[in-house]
């Protein structure tokens, strides 16, 4: 399933905006869903997972893994800097 939108309201107007696209597969019982955003010019994204406490996080450079009270893994990677801050 992949979807894309246009540049969101709160940015300021732009030449065509940055677009979002978000693709989920899943595959062999893996789900991956990735984000990309497309356009000319610099831009900060900031993604916010709200994590259960009994939820166990792992970070090692741009990856990390969840590991949830059934013992299963989510993991997540990115080809920019990853931090976990405690909320």
Known sequence: ?????RQPRW???L????VHTRTWELE???LTIRD???HSGK????????????VEVDTSGQK????????RFL?????????VEQS
């Open 15 to 18: 030449d065509g905006g940055p």
């Open 64 to 71: 990390i893994s969840l590991r949830l009270p059934d013992g």
């Open 1 to 5: 399933f992949v979807a894309r939108y």
């Open 36 to 38: 990309e955003w497309g």
């Open 28 to 30: 062999r019982q893996i």
């Open 43 to 54: 831009y900060q994204a900031i993604i916010r997972y709200h994590l259960h406490p009994s």
């Open 11 to 13: 940015l300021p107007p």
């Open 75 to 83: 993991k997540i990677e990115s080809s920019h800097s990853i931090k």
